[in-house]
């Protein structure tokens, strides 16, 4: 029997503030929960480090080269191929509670799901309750995107109306007689970093670790000394980097809450047995890392590309740790083996169904991801206000900080190409956090793994549409004009 599928994707959350991952500060018994039931997996990646790209990336099996899907507003077209149409031909009946605009262009959405949008949408002046900072615009914290304490009442903001609606469609919508598919894409864990009682006190500042300090990283790209310098970070003390992880917490807490609802939901209709669950995120998040926050589009670190994914439903095996490295674009190939699903366009994802099973065998020798943006791409990025701006100011003034940049991770190592500025090599064993750039001392693992990257760019340059075209279409002779 094919099962149904919930794609539950929070945006931006690191795979490190997750209990099951290793925090032993994070209260997040739901995902905790859900991973003791399926598979983490503990060496997974998304193929971008920036919202947009990664989310086309996962719904179309892609990396971002491959359609030039590199920017926040180049979505997926109509006649681009898409997950969720993709189950939908498939006989499942397709829900898309919310509005995240920032993947499908206009009509793609509509075409894509048999629902989408709100029940009930967020309550009026939830955005402006939700994004008015604590202090003054100028402040050190504002200047970290922290915007401090939400109140003591439940705020009804776009995640809060999205799961409502999500458990008011498993209610009352999702049909009994055909499998069905929820993509429920919230806002949080994304700045500003904000929560409401009882999460933004969850967590003891106290305890918090701190960050991974601005002078650990060596050798590492330009971009960082350069972002850290437009917003004055250096100006933070270690209380306020632990008020921002702390509260960053708070929204992983929040979320976590939300994806019980969502499965308790789901217990509710009798579904759980035949439920795949899937959470994932796009990327994730710097949180004070190598003294930065928020994310660089040309930024490889781990604690923006690493992948929370877990999975759990039928053929998983329980309380299963996934070694192995795997690829977000896996997860279309995934979906489609469930649903039985026909996949007419070339992809690069490899089902993680054996994986799910327990076997051990070597999914990938490497997993790939990429970012940034050529010189002469420089009138197509963001133009961003409000506290992005200094952000995207920079970019404008000094696009070699945003060049073009593509991470190959083994095992063993990590390797990082950059257009605009020498290569780099990280020891993942001896170095995980990958904050010391080894590559002048090793050019023997820097030239395979360069050969390696292009290789594997070559082989990914495009993809041929599966449906040809008449090499000689009819056409109508003579002039064309007005008469």
């Known amino acids: 029997m094919r099962p149904n599928i919930v794609l539950f994707m929070p945006d931006q959350l690191r795979a490190d503030a997750l209990g099951c991952f290793g925090n032993d500060i994070?209260?997040?018994?739901?995902?905790?929960?859900?991973?003791?039931?399926?598979?983490?997996?503990?060496?997974?990646?998304?193929?971008?480090?920036?919202?947009?790209?990664?989310?086309?990336?996962?719904?179309?099996?892609?990396?971002?080269?491959?359609?030039g899907h590199r920017t926040l507003d180049n979505l997926l077209k109509p006649w681009e191929p898409n997950l969720l149409r993709l189950l939908r031909d498939a006989g499942y009946a397709v829900a898309m509670p919310g509005h995240r605009g920032d993947v499908f262009a206009p009509g793609v959405t509509e075409a894509s799901t048999d629902f989408c949008g709100f029940f009930e949408p967020p309550a009026p002046g939830a955005a402006a309750r939700r994004y008015r900072?604590?202090?003054?615009?100028?402040?050190?914290?504002?200047?970290?995107?922290?915007?401090?304490?939400?109140?003591?009442?439940?705020?009804?903001?776009?995640?809060?109306?999205?799961?409502r609606t999500t458990e008011r469609w498993l209610s009352e919508y999702a049909p009994r007689d055909q499998p069905w598919a929820l993509w429920v894409p919230l806002m949080f864990p994304h700045p500003p970093f904000t929560v409401e009682e009882p999460w933004f006190s969850q967590?003891?500042?106290?305890?918090?670790?701190?960050?991974?300090?601005?002078?650990?990283?060596?050798?590492?790209?330009?971009?960082?000394d350069a972002y850290r310098a437009a917003y004055g970070w250096d100006e933070l003390s270690d209380d306020d980097r632990r008020e921002i992880v702390a509260t960053y917490y708070g929204m992983v807490s929040r979320v976590d809450w939300q994806l019980g609802r969502v499965l308790e939901a789901v217990d509710r209709i009798g579904a759980t047995d035949r439920t795949a669950v899937v959470f994932l995120t796009d990327h994730g998040e710097y949180l004070g890392d190598f003294g930065l926050v928020e994310k660089w589009p040309s930024g490889l670190d781990p604690c923006l590309t690493r992948n929370p994914l877990v999975v759990a439903g039928p053929g998983v095996k329980e309380g299963t740790t996934v070694d192995a490295l795997v690829e977000l674009v896996d997860v279309l190939a995934t979906c489609c083996e469930w649903a039985e699903a026909d996949v007419g366009h070339t992809h690069f994802g490899r089902s993680l169904?054996?994986?799910?099973?327990?076997?051990?065998?070597?999914?990938?020798?490497?997993?790939?991801?990429?970012?940034?943006?050529?010189?002469?791409?420089?009138?197509?990025?963001?133009?961003?206000?409000?506290?992005?701006?200094?952000?995207?100011?920079?970019?404008?003034?000094?696009?070699?900080?945003?060049?073009?940049?593509?991470?190959?991770?083994?095992?063993?190592?990590?390797?990082?190409?950059?257009?605009?500025?020498?290569?780099?090599?990280?020891?993942?064993?001896?170095?995980?956090?990958?904050?010391?750039?080894?590559?002048?001392?090793?050019?023997?693992?820097?030239?395979?793994?360069?050969?390696?990257?292009?290789?594997?760019?070559?082989?990914?340059?495009?993809?041929?549409?599966?449906?040809?075209?008449?090499?000689?279409?009819?056409?109508?002779?003579?002039?064309?004009?007005?008469?």
């Not at 106290?206 to 971009?223: D, E, M, N, Q, Y």
């Not at 082989?459 to 599966?466: M, N, Q």
Request: hydrophobic share 35%; proline share 8%; aromatic share 8%.
């Open 26 to 67: 994070a209260h997040t018994p739901h995902v905790d929960a859900l991973a003791a039931r399926g598979a983490r997996f503990a060496d997974a990646w998304s193929q971008h480090s920036v919202c947009g790209p990664s989310r086309v990336s996962i719904m179309t099996g892609w990396y971002p080269h491959v359609g």
């Open 133 to 163: 900072p604590h202090h003054g615009d100028d402040h050190r914290l504002t200047r970290a995107f922290w915007f401090g304490p939400g109140g003591d009442e439940l705020c009804v903001d776009f995640d809060e109306a999205t799961i």
């Open 203 to 224: 967590h003891d500042r106290r305890a918090v670790p701190l960050p991974i300090a601005a002078t650990a990283g060596r050798g590492k790209s330009a971009f960082m």
């Open 353 to 483: 169904t054996p994986l799910l099973g327990g076997s051990a065998a070597r999914h990938r020798d490497a997993a790939y991801c990429e970012g940034g943006f050529r010189r002469t791409d420089a009138a197509l990025l963001e133009r961003a206000g409000w506290v992005y701006q200094p952000k995207s100011d920079l970019q404008h003034a000094r696009p070699e900080l945003v060049g073009l940049a593509i991470a190959r991770r083994t095992e063993r190592h990590t390797y990082v190409w950059r257009v605009e500025e020498p290569e780099e090599l990280y020891d993942r064993v001896r170095d995980p956090c990958e904050t010391t750039n080894i590559a002048s001392g090793a050019p023997e693992i820097v030239r395979e793994m360069r050969d390696a990257t292009f290789r594997w760019l070559a082989t990914t340059s495009d993809v041929v549409p599966w449906v040809a075209d008449p090499r000689f279409p009819e056409i109508p002779h003579g002039p064309r004009g007005s008469s």
